[in-house]
Every structure is written in structure tokens, then in C-alpha cells.
């Protein structure tokens, strides 16, 4: 089991468009991979309502666990897709998660 | 058709908006109503667990691309709703925890209930912007029942002719599948005037009420008169009510269908800007003909809170507010607490008279890290967006007070620094005043309760209240001729820049931008486009020679284009 610890970067906290284009890359991935708060239990960090409902704000560390020969490849780049001020207007995918 | 013979029913609710029509009610179909252990019949039999979990997975995969293939037609905020609510039919937890109870043998319509409320639930706890998605939730699982059922989709009718839509409540997914050509209306029993549905009807200029109570028990095709103005729903309305707001439709359609600048007829330019509370306000009036905001009133950040908000969640708040404005001119004021606005962080106790207290700037006294901390967010939210906002600080006095806030705010990088002008001592020493700051804008509510010696919420005062007391217009004419003379932006963001008689006689004496709520922007637009400048100076100088306030509007209002007079109703 292959584990990294990130604190979320994006101003918003892993909200609305950022958790969408982190969702997308878990799923992209293929691998299953799992996020956790501290002191949480892990949820699919590839579903949007796990990921929204945990509600990280930002600054504060979660962490990614996947097992897996492709886990530790896919664990760094959403380590730094988190990171990354995905709330940033050029930052990610298209801007379909906006806050509205 | 059999004549009415009951009389007109009235239903109350809050209006968003001043506009009204008349029109037949289309009611939006509700979730569907299956009990929980619903038998899922495939050719009249129950299904088995197999095939139920192919229908549920089916119905998954054609309600998001539904979603999706309507996000795709719409644009803008709705789009984006879309997109996301799509997104949620397509989340693969919710589907794989629904199927894992449907291959348990768990009935479809319990199965896919079970698993949103948890969801739902999750989301509420959580609050703010998780719990307002509660709704884009829900509206996926009423689809995916209906469509594992082959129930008619939940949501909007087919519109055959111009109606009103009614609703309980409106999902931004259900808004988004409207025919807008044939929508005259928005009512709702539940939301608020700050809801999705409120602001999607803002954003594409229906009349909208909504928390009118009774409104869904209408039966299709009730004809209604809706009028956002007084937020009231009329059934079988009479001739004369239809008139007046057939009357009041035409006026307003040809007052906002001049988007241009805001100017004189002789093309001395007047911006007109609007005033906000939040940053949903400014989303709100982002895509109206406003030429930016002239008041973003951030008490709402404070207010009802134990302590201050943090840097963060300010800076939040005034990016998205800047990002709505895009290049327009956005003027923030800090916070103006005290008085009748207190907060459990700041407020001196014991004020005998919080009007004359510690409020608004004078806060600096004893709380000089709030208006610092509001100074760097609104310069982060400046550094993230690249807008360059405008700020000024509330309940200034004196020239040194307005240095002090300047040399805070351009510590902080901000550029464009002003103070309001409220107490009549900063009107009497405008000039000083202005050697201090960038620009100054005229609170002329304020003004008028300091001047007057009058409390603005005792009703039973309200004449000497009136912004066209000749004394209130003699301290705005001084505070505009100091702006003339310094070439220094002078401002008006009080409730007498709405009124577009008063507008012209602020216009005449040299006032540079009127600040008010959006929906008063059309008709000052047309009255100042209809005179010329000195037409408007004509004015101010007969305003000002008036002995009281209802002689210096009626002299004002003889001096009005005739065409003006009856469009407006004057």
C-alpha cells in the first residue's frame, strides 16, 4: 500500500472545480485510490460526492492511498495536481465546475 | 370560457426584480411518488436482481448524458450547474453503492434513495456551498427513479404558449431545461430571494417571486398576474390590473433596451453602477448594462458571526466578486458596522447613541486589525484577479482620518483609495478631504440623518429625511464643486441616486457616477439621456434656490422633457 500526505493548495479547498478535475485525473488513472482527512476514514477519491462531502479546506493535509505496480506513479501526479491552486483560471481542465 | 365570477386570490410572496406580467400557470411536475418497495416490472413481472441492476445502471448512464447533452445547449452559470449536477448522476461511489443494494435484493427506488440521503446528509453537515447542492442531488435521484420506473422525467412541461412556471422549488437542472421563449414568469413556493432559481431568473431578466405559500395547489392554466414589484401572485386578475402591468411592461422594455453608457443627451458621460452585498449580487448584475459597482456594502461578511472572518474567507468572497465585474469598476467599502449593524466582536457596549458612536472607519480606534485584515484580503483577491478595485472607508470626519485610511490601503498596494462622504463635517471640508483620497462618494442617507438631526428609522420624520432638503443638497453641491475643482471623482451611492428626477439635479452639480440597485439603473439611464448638461445644472440651481424639499422637486420636475414626465409617470 503505497500512502502520500499533501496539503491541498487550492484556495477554495478541494471544492466545486477543484475537486472535479482531481476526481477526473483519480478516474483517468484507472488505479483505485482512496482519500482520507486526518483522523478520517479513507473514501474513493474518485467520486465527486466522497470528495466534496469531506470538505478539506484549504491548507490542510489529506492523504491518497493506492495499492498496485502503477500506485506509487499515479499517487505523485495527484500529489501535485493537489498542490497545485486548482481555483486558479488557468489551472486544470475546462472551467465546467465554476462556482456557480 | 365562463366568466370569472369568484374574485381575484391573492398570494404573497418575497419578488425578486420590479417587473410583472399575466399569464397562464404551467406547473412543473413534481419528484415522482413510488413507495420505496416498488416492484420494478419488466412485461409485467418483477424483475430479478440481474436485470434490475442493468436498468439501474442504465438509468445512471442516460440521466447524466441527459445532463450532459443540456449543458452542452445552455451556457454561462447554468451550464456550469449543469455540468456538475451531470457529473453527480455519473459519480461512480453513488452508483456502485446503489447496484451493491440492488444485487443484495434490495428494492431500485429504496436502494437509490438510501444511498443519496447519505449523501445528502453528508452534504448538509457540511454546510455553505455543500448543503445548497443538496438540491442538484435530489433532482438526480427523482430522474433516475423515473427513468428505472418508465415514468414520465420529472421537471419542466412541454410549453405550448407563453406561461408562467410554477414550482415548489426549481433545481438549477430543471431551470436550465425551460423553453425561454415561452417562460414569462418564475414562481416558487420555497427558495429565497437569493437562491439558484432567483438568481438564474435574474440572470435572464424574468420576473421572478418566490416563498409564495399555496402557489403549487394552482391547477394548469390559471391565468395570473405576477407582479415581482410587490412579490404578490393574483389569480383571475381584472382589466385594470392587467393595463397597469401591460403598461408597466412597455416602459420598461423601452427603457432597458438602451444598454449604452450612461451620459447626458449631449454626451457628458455619467456612469451608472449598482450597489451589492454579496458576491451573488455581483454575479447577479455581472451580465446586466451596469458599468461596474459603485457600493459592495461588506457588512454581510461580518454580520451574524462570533468572530471576524478570516483573510481567506474574505479574499473568497471579493475575487469572486472581482472575477464577476471582469474589467468594470468595482468600489468596495469596508466595513460599516456599528449603529444599527452591531457585531459581537466589535460593538462597544453600552453605546447611548450607536449612530454617533464607533462605527464604520472609527472602528480603527478599537479594532484597528479588522479594517487591516480587509485591506489584505482585498489586496490578495486584487493580486489573484489582476482587477484593480477601487476601495473607500465609511463615516469619515475629517481630513486626517481620510489620511490614515489612505496610507492603510496604499500600504497594502491598492490604488484607487476614496472615503465616503456622510457626516456633514467631510461635506463642509470636501476640499481637504479630497487632498487626501483619489475620489469621494456621497452617502446621502446618512448625510441627510446627520444633517437633518434625524434618526433614519423613525418613520414619523421621514420629511425631514428627504434627500431633497435644500440644506442635504447644499452639502452634496459643496462636496461636488471641491471634486470639479481637484478634477476628483464625486460619487452618489445613496437611495437618491435611484430616483432619476433627483439623478439629473445630482448630475447639474457635477456628481461623476450614481451607485444603486440594478433594477433603478434603466429609468435614470433614460431620464439623463433625455437633457443635456446644462439642462441638468439648470435644475440643480432650481433645486437648490427651493425653500423646502417637495418645492425643489416640484420645480425640478416642471423643468423635466415633457416625454420624460409621462413616460416615467411623473
Redesign the interface.
Same mark, same amino acid.
Do not use: G, N, S
Given at each position: 500500500m503505497a500512502q502520500r500526505t499533501v496539503t491541498v493548495a487550492s484556495r477554495v479547498g478541494l471544492h466545486a472545480r477543484p475537486a472535479m478535475i482531481f476526481t477526473q485525473a483519480v478516474a483517468e488513472s484507472g488505479v483505485p485510490v482512496t482519500i482520507a482527512r486526518e483522523g478520517g476514514e479513507p473514501v474513493d477519491a474518485g467520486s465527486i460526492l466522497f470528495v466534496m462531502g469531506l470538505g478539506v479546506p484549504h491548507g490542510e493535509a489529506v492523504t491518497l492511498a493506492a495499492d498496485g505496480p502503477d500506485a506509487d506513479r499515479v499517487l505523485d501526479e495527484l500529489v501535485t495536481l493537489l498542490a497545485t491552486d486548482l481555483d486558479a483560471p488557468e489551472a486544470g481542465a475546462p472551467a465546467a465546475g465554476a462556482t456557480p | 370560457m365562463t366568466p370569472a365570477v369568484q374574485s381575484p386570490t391573492v398570494l404573497r410572496g418575497v419578488g425578486v426584480g420590479r417587473r410583472g406580467v399575466v399569464g397562464p400557470v404551467a406547473q412543473v411536475r413534481p419528484a415522482p411518488h413510488v413507495a420505496a418497495d416498488a416492484p420494478l416490472l419488466v412485461d409485467g413481472v418483477p424483475a430479478d436482481a440481474a436485470t434490475a441492476h442493468t436498468r439501474v445502471e442504465q438509468a445512471f448512464t442516460d440521466v447524466a448524458v441527459g445532463l450532459r447533452d443540456q #449543458?452542452g445547449r445552455a451556457s454561462g452559470?447554468v *451550464?456550469?450547474?449543469l455540468? /456538475?449536477t451531470a457529473? !453527480?448522476a455519473d459519480?461512480? /461511489? =453513488?452508483r456502485a453503492q446503489v447496484l451493491a443494494k440492488v444485487d443484495a435484493g434490495e428494492p431500485v427506488v429504496s436502494a437509490v434513495d438510501g444511498v443519496v440521503t447519505m449523501?445528502a446528509t !453528508?452534504?448538509e453537515r *457540511?454546510g455553505g456551498? =455543500?448543503a445548497e447542492?443538496v438540491t442538484d =442531488?435530489r433532482s438526480v435521484r427523482d430522474r433516475v427513479v423515473a427513468r428505472v420506473l418508465d415514468l414520465p422525467a420529472p421537471g419542466v412541461p412541454e410549453l405550448t404558449e407563453p406561461s408562467v412556471v410554477v414550482a415548489r422549488d426549481l433545481a438549477?437542472a430543471d431551470t436550465a431545461a425551460l423553453d425561454l421563449r415561452h417562460v414569462l414568469a418564475i414562481v416558487t413556493e420555497l427558495g429565497g430571494p437569493t437562491g439558484?432559481t432567483a438568481i438564474i431568473a435574474g440572470q435572464l431578466g424574468l420576473p421572478c417571486v418566490v416563498r409564495v405559500s399555496g402557489v403549487t395547489d394552482l391547477a394548469d392554466g390559471t391565468v395570473v398576474a405576477v407582479d415581482a414589484a410587490d412579490g404578490t401572485v393574483t389569480t383571475d386578475p381584472d382589466d385594470e390590473q392587467r393595463a397597469a402591468l401591460v403598461a408597466r411592461a412597455e416602459v420598461e422594455r423601452t427603457l432597458a433596451a438602451d444598454t449604452a453608457p450612461g451620459g447626458t443627451s449631449d454626451g457628458h458621460l455619467v456612469a451608472l453602477l449598482a450597489n451589492i452585498g454579496t458576491a451573488e449580487d455581483a454575479e447577479r448584475v455581472g451580465p446586466t448594462a451596469v458599468e461596474g459597482v459603485g457600493l459592495f456594502r461588506t457588512e454581510v461578511l461580518f454580520l451574524e458571526r462570533t468572530t471576524a472572518p478570516t483573510v481567506?474567507e474574505q479574499?473568497?468572497v471579493y475575487? %469572486?466578486t472581482l %472575477?464577476a465585474l471582469g474589467d468594470r469598476k468595482v468600489v468596495v467599502r469596508t466595513l460599516d458596522a456599528g449603529a444599527d449593524k452591531p457585531l459581537a466582536f466589535a460593538t462597544q457596549p453600552d453605546e447611548e447613541n450607536p449612530a454617533l458612536g464607533v462605527r464604520g472607519f472609527r472602528l480603527v480606534r478599537t479594532n484597528p486589525d479588522l479594517i487591516d485584515t480587509q485591506l489584505a484580503a482585498l489586496a490578495a483577491a486584487q493580486q #489573484?484577479t489582476g482587477a484593480r478595485p477601487w476601495v473607500m472607508a465609511p463615516m469619515i470626519a475629517t481630513p486626517a482620518e481620510a489620511r490614515d485610511f489612505a496610507a492603510r490601503a496604499r500600504a497594502q498596494g491598492l490604488a484607487q483609495v476614496g472615503v465616503m462622504v456622510e457626516v456633514p463635517a467631510a461635506a463642509l471640508r470636501a476640499r481637504e478631504i479630497l487632498a487626501e483620497v483619489d475620489f469621494v462618494s456621497l452617502g446621502t442617507n446618512d448625510l441627510a440623518q446627520y444633517a437633518m438631526a434625524t434618526d433614519r428609522l423613525r418613520g414619523e420624520l421621514a420629511d425631514l429625511l428627504d434627500p431633497w432638503q435644500p440644506a442635504v443638497l447644499d452639502l452634496v453641491a459643496a462636496t461636488a464643486r471641491a471634486g470639479l475643482e481637484l478634477g476628483k471623482p464625486v460619487g452618489v451611492c445613496g437611495e437618491s441616486a435611484s430616483d432619476p428626477v433627483l439623478a439629473l439635479v445630482l448630475v447639474g452639480l457635477g456628481v461623476t457616477s450614481l451607485s444603486m440597485s440594478a433594477g433603478a439603473v434603466p429609468a435614470v439611464r433614460y431620464a439623463l439621456r433625455h437633457h443635456t448638461a446644462e439642462q441638468c445644472r439648470a435644475m440643480a440651481d432650481a433645486a437648490l434656490v427651493a425653500g423646502a424639499a417637495p418645492e425643489a422637486r416640484a420645480a425640478v420636475v416642471a423643468l423635466l422633457h415633457s416625454s420624460v414626465r409621462s413616460t416615467l409617470g411623473l
Open positions: - | #449543458a452559470t *451550464a456550469d450547474v455540468a /456538475a457529473q !453527480m459519480d461512480r /461511489a =453513488l449523501f !453528508m452534504f *457540511a456551498y =455543500l447542492r =442531488l438549477p439558484h481567506e479574499t473568497e475575487e %469572486r %472575477r #489573484a
